[in-house]
């Protein structure tokens, strides 16, 4: 499945950006949606995930409260709501997609999300 992003950008620290993520020509059903970034110089971390037949979602402790992922049955999409961000949230964040259980095997091109204090 092709993944494409959008809603990057820049912005200064306590500022909010929504990122979203839809797959070309067809839906997410029985997929797994996830965000992930890679801070310059750094690894490629997860840092949330959804469901699109369930609805449930997982995020990481460092983004919780301030970070919210969901998706629009409606519209084929799934966002990254980022509120109060912070300068160490600046990286490249990457959709991902995976079938089921398996392994998230499906990638966007990534968009840069820059975070100035």
């Known amino acids: 499945v092709q993944l494409v992003e959008a809603g990057g950008g820049s912005v200064q620290a306590g500022g909010s950006l929504r990122l979203s993520c839809a797959a070309s020509?067809?839906?997410?059903?029985?997929?797994?949606v996830g965000w992930f970034r890679r801070a310059p110089g750094k690894e490629r971390d997860f840092v949330a995930r959804i469901g699109w037949n369930s609805g449930r979602t997982a995020i990481i402790d460092s983004v919780k409260g301030r970070f919210t992922i969901s998706r629009d049955k409606a519209k084929g999409a799934v966002y990254l709501q980022m509120n109060n961000l912070k300068p160490e949230d600046t990286a490249i964040y990457y959709c991902?997609?995976?079938?089921?259980?398996?392994?998230?095997?499906?990638w966007g091109q990534g968009t840069q999300v820059t975070v100035s204090s």
């Open positions: 991902a997609a995976a079938l089921g259980a398996t392994p998230f095997d499906n």
């Open positions: 020509g067809r839906t997410f059903s029985n997929y797994v």
